[in-house]
């Protein structure tokens, strides 16, 4: 029940759904998402780090950058069922529409140059 438990409270919180909806579109680096959400890189950081605990996101270095995606959901079952389900779900919603439509300009090689 810990396991489930964890995943839940880990999707629980709207943000860290905003974070997935993301990762859903492509895999991004923390200074991405933290631009994207206009909160500040220490609370994305957090979020991620929820999101990993839980087995719904995992990440990978490559060179100076920490690769962020979702899961594939074979080390936790209620992961996978959530991550299958949530692409299902709010696509329409006005603010992850508003979200997604903003990923474009998301860019870490401007953004962290500034």
């Known amino acids: 029940m810990k396991v489930l438990l964890k995943v839940m409270k880990a999707a629980s919180e709207p943000i860290r759904i905003k974070i997935l909806k993301m990762l859903e579109q492509r895999v991004m680096c923390v200074c991405e998402i933290y631009t994207v959400l206009g ?23 490559d060179g100076l950058w920490v690769n ?39 860019d870490r090689e401007i953004i962290c140059r500034k």
């Open 39 to 61: 909160i500040a890189q220490s609370t994305a950081s957090k979020h991620l780090k929820i999101l990993e605990d839980a087995g719904l996101v995992t990440s990978y270095k």
């Open 68 to 106: 962020f995606m979702l899961a594939d959901g074979r080390q936790n079952p209620y992961a996978s069922n959530l991550l299958g389900n949530l692409k299902h779900w709010i696509n329409e919603e006005p603010e992850i529409l508003d979200l997604i439509k903003s990923l474009p300009n998301a």
